[in-house]
Every structure is written in C-alpha cells, then in structure tokens.
C-alpha cells in the first residue's frame, strides 16, 4: 500500500567489556551505529571486528523494532562475541526512533 510507514530505531553498539585477551583491537567504548533502517557507521579512522560483527548482527532487525513488553529481546541488551578467547560483550541500544516510508525499503 502506498503510503504506509514503518517504525524502525536507531541503535548503537557498543563494547561494554572485553574479559579475556583483547585480539581483535577493540576496547571498551567503542562502538558502530545502524541508522536509517540499513546504514552502517563508524567514528572515523575506527574499525569493528567482523566477527563480533558477526555474533550481533542477527539480532539487529528485531531490536529496531518496538517489541511487545514480555519479549526477552526487548528486555536483553547484551551479545558476547564467540571468541573464546576474548569474551568480548557488546550492549545494544536505541538510540533514535525513525518513521520510515515503507515503499522506500526493501
């Protein structure tokens, strides 16, 4: 339909603790933004490891949107990276809630 809007949020990820050895060069504090639905950013001359990357990503959909009060992923901010080595945690959260035209995205 045309029209329509979507309701989406901002959000941030950031590294809230590294409990093990720090090998991907991420430290506490650092973080990454996804913005208008789709867009990744960075500060400028930083770096996010792929695979922490990677362990957040599937959850990053569900969490731009507004979920029902019960849902665990609304209340859980917390993701680890799976290297065992590093044990790295990353917290997500909302930053800026969008309305979005629907038949601008895919």
């Known amino acids: 339909m045309a ?11 950031t590294v809230e603790r590294v409990e093990g050895r720090p090998v991907c060069g991420l430290a506490p504090g650092d973080w990454f933004e996804v913005v208008g639905s789709s867009r990744l950013q960075l500060p400028e001359g930083r770096h996010f490891c792929i695979y922490a990357l990677a362990a ?20 859980d901010t917390l993701v680890a990276c799976p290297d065992p080595d590093e044990r ?7 930053t800026q809630r969008r309305v979005l035209a629907t038949d601008d995205l895919t």
């Open 88 to 94: 790295l945690v990353m917290r997500i959260e909302r």
């Open 56 to 75: 957040v990503l599937p959850l990053l959909p569900a969490k731009q949107r507004t979920l029902p009060a019960g849902d665990w992923l609304e209340r």
């Open 3 to 13: 029209g329509d809007e979507t309701v989406v949020w901002d959000l941030r990820v």
